[in-house]
């Protein structure tokens, strides 16, 4: 019976144990995943703010062109 009980232990001990590293895998993979979110995040912040340049930069180009053609 102790011989069944050892055995039944390490069977558990080892389920656990591939349990912890799979959890493990999973919140590193969250991590990289939010880390991904937040670079996306940041390079929409500057396209955003890159197509605002444009738009300036648009806007005066038009305002040259309309005194040229005056």
Do not use: P, Y
Not at 2 to 27: C, H, P, R
């Amino acid at each position: 019976m102790a011989a069944l009980n050892k055995v039944e232990a390490s069977t558990v001990e080892k389920v656990f144990s591939k349990l912890i590293k799979t959890a493990d895998s999973e919140l590193i993979l969250e991590r990289r995943v939010l880390e991904t979110i937040e670079e996306g995040d940041s390079l929409l912040e500057e396209v955003s703010r890159a197509i605002d340049e444009l738009e300036k930069a648009q806007g005066v180009f038009k305002s040259i062109i309309n005194k040229l053609c005056k």
